[in-house]
């Protein structure tokens, strides 16, 4: 049986003899962990910086437009905010000023976009107060919550959990993040949607039902937050299809436009 005081001699030389191969112990305290294999982090730019923003968790709110509950076939003066989750590499990073090629999905004949602001948090908590929301948010950006229609509306009848309908490989379009630091917050702005020119949607972010601080609050009640985690703020009314060649222009003030082509 090896002692405490062996095993811990053990170590001093194990420290030892790394030192000699010009291994600090400071830097083998900050290796990478002796992983499989590596699994690439999710990155978005930050606007205006070389830093880049780690995701953590993507937060997405259903149904935070009035007009857009009706359409979905909810009253949205009884109902409680809902959340959903998106995998974190559902990212797809659209750069300001370009039109980035974006594939149609398998499994779909009704792909829906949904033009929504996004809350990037710089830290996090449980039962965070209304009050102190604000403070956890670095800063936004313009995204798109794509939407496989046709199977959310499917499972959602069946009673069956309609992830598919919203999780999936780049189902999240997003521009640069603006921090809050350089931009300030959001208030009335105007966000907006066009497909081919023609306007599809269009509202200001005062007609959210729960604001963003009472998102994060709400978020909060059932998880904890924390820095890296993202929040899709909900889409306007008039969500609507897609179809192969389709040029989606998203406008939202104060931010530089976002576009794709679906392919
Ligand atoms: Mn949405």
Same mark, same amino acid.
Request: net charge neutral; aromatic share 8%; with cysteine.
């Given at each position: 049986?090896? @002692?405490?005081?062996?095993?811990?001699?053990?170590?001093?030389? $194990?420290?030892?003899? @790394?030192?000699?191969?010009?291994?600090?112990?400071? /830097?083998?305290?900050?290796?990478?962990?002796?992983?499989?294999?590596?699994?690439?982090?999710?990155?978005?730019?930050?606007?205006? !910086?070389?830093?880049?923003?780690? #995701?953590?968790?993507?937060?997405?709110?259903?149904?935070? &437009? *009035?007009?857009?509950?009706?359409?979905?076939?909810?009253?949205?003066?009884?109902?409680?905010?809902?959340?959903?989750?998106?995998?974190?590499?559902?990212?797809? &990073? #659209? *750069?300001?000023?370009?039109?980035?090629?974006?594939?149609?999905?398998?499994?779909?004949?009704?792909?829906?976009?949904?033009?929504?602001?996004? $809350? /990037?948090?710089? !830290? =996090?908590?449980?039962?965070?107060?209304?009050?102190?929301?604000?403070?956890?948010?670095?800063?936004?950006?313009?995204?798109?919550?794509?939407?496989?229609?046709?199977?959310?509306?499917?499972?959602?009848?069946?009673?069956?959990?309609?992830?598919? =309908?919203?999780?999936?490989?780049?189902?999240?379009?997003? =521009?640069?993040?603006?921090?809050?630091?350089?931009?300030?917050?959001? @208030?009335?702005?105007?966000?907006?949607?066009?497909?081919?020119?023609?306007?599809?949607?269009?509202?200001?972010?005062?007609?959210?039902?729960?604001?963003?601080?009472?998102?994060? !609050?709400?978020?909060?009640?059932?998880?904890?937050?924390?820095?890296?985690?993202?929040?899709? !703020?909900?889409?306007?009314?008039? #969500?609507?299809?897609? #179809?192969?060649?389709?040029?989606?222009?998203?406008?939202?003030?104060?931010?530089?436009?976002?576009?794709?082509?679906?392919?």
């Amino acid at each position: 049986m090896i @002692s405490r005081r062996d095993s811990l001699k053990a170590g001093l030389v $194990a420290i030892a003899a @790394s030192a000699t191969v010009g291994v600090s112990r400071e /830097a083998s305290a900050h290796d990478a962990p002796n992983t499989l294999f590596t699994v690439e982090p999710t990155l978005i730019p930050i606007a205006n !910086s070389t830093q880049q923003f780690p #995701v953590r968790r993507i937060y997405c709110i259903g149904r935070n &437009y *009035a007009a857009h509950a009706r359409e979905m076939g909810s009253d949205p003066t009884r109902e409680p905010p809902f959340f959903f989750q998106k995998p974190t590499d559902a990212i797809q &990073y #659209v *750069a300001p000023g370009k039109v980035v090629d974006h594939p149609y999905p398998s499994l779909t004949k009704n792909y829906h976009y949904e033009v929504e602001l996004v $809350a /990037a948090l710089k !830290s =996090g908590g449980k039962d965070i107060s209304i009050e102190r929301a604000l403070d956890h948010v670095y800063g936004y950006a313009l995204g798109l919550d794509m939407t496989r229609r046709d199977l959310q509306r499917m499972l959602g009848d069946q009673k069956k959990p309609w992830e598919i =309908g919203k999780s999936f490989d780049r189902s999240a379009p997003i =521009g640069p993040i603006y921090p809050v630091s350089a931009l300030g917050s959001f @208030s009335k702005e105007t966000i907006s949607l066009a497909v081919n020119g023609v306007i599809k949607q269009r509202a200001t972010l005062d007609q959210m039902i729960w604001s963003v601080a009472e998102q994060i !609050s709400k978020l909060s009640e059932a998880n904890e937050l924390f820095a890296g985690d993202i929040i899709y !703020s909900g889409t306007p009314e008039n #969500v609507g299809p897609v #179809v192969k060649g389709d040029v989606i222009l998203c406008k939202l003030d104060r931010l530089p436009d976002l576009s794709i082509k679906i392919t």
